[in-house]
């Protein structure tokens, strides 16, 4: 797995006459956001390399009829260079069109990528775009529900799932075939964590709150990054609290950590980093607890005690309070997430 300070991942979002603008701009800011966005937020570190991602295309522009949106290439086919991913998003065709004989130049650069060794993807209508190419044939794939007419009639050698949301095939799953328009959400995360990791993937996945929302957004929040540069000794005590937040009374730690009488103490913290002490403890520790039941299998009161709690019933109530579900239900929706990346044709 890529580190880091790994090169950046290239991907390439393929803009053709017929590309509608949802699907390749939302996979452009989702690929920008990765490996940056989070440590802007939280402070914490990168987790895996960032993306750089690229709309490419034939042509400098394209006409479109109103109101499409038009799409515009950043780079030329002749310039875009090799990319560990290229993707078609969903295309505006009839589904009674025959798509057969279209694109010639754009599918032969497509066959030439994946020589070279890209992964080709596609969300929805996209698919097409590979069975035109020949990438298609003999092998598993899903595309929009209205399209599989399209697919028999005149692509008869794949072997369409329209069930299926993901669909990774072919040799080292280099063909993968997402569903209906906002699959590309589920490709998103799927490539994500397949290049930069699980850990990354699940924070693109708080950032733009992606998956089920029938909860809200306190599950995927996080706690931002604090306030430091104002006080010196409260900066100070917020890094020896970092290292000493499980400890039974953190706050009082902080405390004797700054010199400080307990009331001035408590009042320059809240001036410097906008929490109490109690509130930016709490927040640590609930942030580490999080962290837990998203990579470990300890039980929920084993959580509630490595991160400082000795009453589980007390960490289940701060829990649900901050973060909306229950510390059970938490780690649901994470293994939830975690199937989405690994959907059924990869396992």
């Known amino acids: 797995m890529p580190t880091a300070d790994a090169p950046p991942i290239r991907i390439h979002l393929l803009a053709l006459p017929e590309t509608t603008p949802a699907a390749i701009y939302g996979l452009y800011e989702v690929f920008s956001a990765t490996g940056v966005t989070w440590t802007e937020l939280t402070g914490e570190p990168p987790a895996g390399p960032r993306i750089d991602v690229r709309i490419v295309g034939r042509r400098p522009g394209r006409s479109a009829p109103p109101p499409a949106i038009v799409v515009t290439p950043q780079v030329l086919l ?3 260079g090799p990319a560990e991913a290229v993707i078609v998003t969903d295309l505006n065709i009839p589904a009674d069109v025959d798509p057969r004989g279209r694109w010639p130049v754009e599918t032969a650069w497509a066959r030439e990528c994946f020589v070279q060794g890209a992964l080709l993807c596609s969300v929805c ?15 598993d794939a899903t595309t929009h529900w209205s ?31 997402s569903g209906g328009a906002t699959s590309w959400e589920d490709l998103a995360l799927y490539l994500v964590a397949r290049f930069c990791g699980i850990e990354e993937a699940l924070r693109i996945g708080k950032i733009f709150v992606l998956g089920d929302r029938s909860e809200g957004q306190l599950p995927y929040a996080a706690a931002l990054r604090p306030r430091r540069e104002t006080d010196a000794v409260i900066g100070a005590c917020q890094a020896w609290v970092a290292e000493h937040y499980d400890e039974r009374d953190a706050v009082a730690g902080m405390t004797i950590a700054s010199a400080l009488p307990e009331r001035t103490f408590k009042r320059r913290f809240k001036l410097a980093t906008g929490y109490t002490p109690l509130e930016y403890v709490q927040s640590l520790r609930i942030e580490e607890a999080k962290h837990l039941l998203e ?36 780690r649901q929706r994470v293994q939830s997430i975690m199937a989405r990346l690994t959907p059924p044709a990869a396992r």
């Open 78 to 80: 002749k310039d875009a």
């Open 125 to 139: 209508t996209g698919s097409v775009f590979l069975a035109e190419a020949g990438l298609l044939d003999g092998v």
């Open 147 to 177: 399209a599989t007419d399209l697919f028999r009639r005149c692509y008869p050698g794949v072997r369409l799932r329209p069930e299926r949301i993901l669909s990774p095939a072919g040799e080292g799953h280099r063909i993968v075939t």
């Open 295 to 330: 990579t470990s299998r300890q039980s929920t009161d084993a959580v509630a005690h490595a991160v400082g709690y000795d009453d589980p019933a007390f960490f289940r109530r701060l829990f649900k309070r901050q973060v909306g579900v229950t510390p059970a239900r938490y």
